[in-house]
C-alpha cells in the first residue's frame, strides 16, 4: 500500500494525463524517424524508441501506484500521532513541526516526513506529552511530542 494526501492524489493523476498525452508526441516523432529510411542507423528513430520506453514505464509505475493508493485525511482532533497528521515536537530546546505522510510524498526539507522513515515510524501512536527516542546517524535523539493537529 502508499499512503498519498488527496493532493498528492490529484498530483499523480495530473502527471499521468500528460504522460498519456506525450504517447502521441512520441508517435509522431516514431512516425517521422521512420520517413527518413534505414532505422539501424537512425539517431532519430533511436532517440523516440528511448523515450518511448521511458514514458511507457513511467505511466506503467503510477498505475500501479494509483491501483494501490490508499488516500489518507488529515487526522485532526486525534488522541494519537497516524498517517495524515500534523504534529509539534520538541528536541534539546528547539521546536519542530512534521506532517507524517506516505513516503512518495516525503520533502523531509519541508516538514513532510515518511510514515516509513524511523522518525515518522517513531511518532505513529503516540499521544501529545509523550517522549520517543529515535536512533538517527548521528545518535540517539529524543523528542516531546507537544501537541497533534
Same mark, same amino acid.
Not at 60 to 75: D, F, G
Not at 88 to 109: D, H, L, M
Not at 137 to 144: F, I, L, N, S
Given at each position: ?16 494525463? =500528460?504522460?498519456?498525452?506525450? &504517447?502521441? =508526441?512520441?508517435?509522431? &516523432?516514431l ?9 539501424? =542507423?537512425?539517431?532519430?528513430y ?6 518511448q ?9 503510477? =498505475? ?7 488516500v ?28 507524517i ?9 519541508e ?11 517513531a ?7 509523550e ?7 548521528r545518535? &540517539? ?9
Amino acid at each position: 500500500m502508499k499512503y498519498l494526501s488527496k493532493e498528492g492524489l490529484e498530483q499523480i493523476k495530473k502527471e499521468l494525463e =500528460e504522460l498519456k498525452l506525450k &504517447r502521441q =508526441e512520441i508517435a509522431q &516523432r516514431l512516425e517521422d524517424a521512420k520517413a527518413l529510411g534505414d532505422l539501424s =542507423e537512425n539517431t532519430e528513430y533511436l532517440q523516440a524508441k528511448e523515450a518511448q520506453s521511458f514514458n511507457e514505464g513511467k505511466v506503467l509505475e503510477l =498505475e500501479e501506484l494509483l491501483k494501490n493508493a490508499v488516500v489518507i485525511s488529515k487526522n485532526g482532533g486525534s488522541s494519537a500521532v497516524q498517517i495524515g497528521g500534523t504534529i509539534e515536537v520538541s528536541s534539546q530546546g528547539e521546536k519542530y513541526s512534521f506532517t507524517i505522510v506516505g513516503s512518495e510524498e516525503a520533502k523531509p526539507s519541508e516538514g513532510k516526513i515518511s510514515n516509513e522513515s524511523p522518525l515518522g515510524k517513531a511518532f505513529l501512536g503516540h499521544k501529545a506529552g509523550e517522549t520517543v527516542e529515535v536512533e538517527t546517524p548521528r545518535g &540517539r535523539v529524543t523528542y516531546k511530542i507537544i501537541a497533534i493537529k
